[in-house]
C-alpha cells in the first residue's frame, strides 16, 4: 500500500468514525426513563423548544411523549380532561 492509498483510507476511516459518533453524544432515553426524572425532563423541554433541529432527537420525542402522558394523567386524576398534545385539537369529550 503506498501512501496515496493509506492517506486516503485513513481520512475515510477517521470520516466514518466522526459520522458514527456525532450520533452518540447524549445516551437515548426513553419515555419511561424521562417520566421518573424530572428536573432532566423539564431541563430536555427547554432545550428541545430552543432548538427547532429537535424534533428529530430521540430523547425530544420521548421527553415530549413523557410530558404528554404526565399531564394526561395528572388531569385524569384531577377530574379534568387533559390538554391536547402538540399540533392536535383539543378533546370537545366531557
Not at 423539564?42 to 411523549?65: F, G, W
Request: contains cysteine; neutral net charge; proline residues 6%.
Amino acid at each position: 500500500m503506498n501512501k496515496m492509498t493509506f492517506a486516503y483510507y485513513s481520512r475515510g476511516t477517521v470520516l466514518a468514525a466522526v459520522l458514527a459518533c456525532s450520533a452518540c453524544g447524549e445516551e437515548v432515553r426513553s419515555a419511561q426513563w424521562w417520566m421518573g426524572h424530572g428536573p432532566e425532563l423539564q431541563a430536555k423541554l427547554i432545550e428541545c423548544k430552543n432548538n427547532p433541529a429537535s424534533e428529530k432527537d430521540d430523547n425530544c420525542r420521548n421527553a415530549t411523549e413523557a410530558f404528554v402522558t404526565l399531564v394526561s394523567a395528572t388531569a385524569q386524576k384531577n377530574g379534568a380532561s387533559a390538554p391536547a398534545a402538540p399540533g392536535q385539537q383539543p378533546s370537545t369529550n366531557p
